[in-house]
């Protein structure tokens, strides 16, 4: 994905939603690697009472982050505080961004 990352494009998309949205992942220069919050956030959004975790990813890779998400030892907290848990997964369909998958893990 060259230009906008899926991340920017989450953004865009929910904050089109009425979402107050932030990016919560963090680049560790050292060992140059990313850090999702609790191991799978990319972007926490909210709006009202609720909550939402963001993985977000190119449409290809969902599958594997709904594996992560699963796997992670966080996952029963996050859904125990009533969270939401989606995967958003990006592709390019006639030269335009468009959220191909979402998939509620919640």
Not at 44 to 63: D, P
Not at 68 to 90: F, L, T, Y
Request: proline residues 2%; positive net charge; glycine residues 8%.
């Amino acid at each position: 994905m060259s230009g906008i990352t899926p991340t920017q494009l989450t953004l865009r998309h929910l904050r089109a939603l009425g979402y107050t949205a932030a990016v919560v992942e963090h680049w560790n220069a050292f060992t140059r690697t990313r850090h999702d919050l609790f191991g799978f956030i990319d972007v926490i959004a909210v709006k009202g009472a609720e909550t939402l975790a963001v993985q977000t990813t190119s449409a290809t890779n969902v599958s594997s982050r709904v594996r992560k998400i699963g796997d992670s030892p966080n996952i029963g907290a996050i859904r125990e505080a009533g969270w939401g848990i989606v995967v958003h997964g990006w592709a390019k369909k006639s030269n335009r961004w468009t959220l191909h998958r979402c998939v509620d893990c919640s």
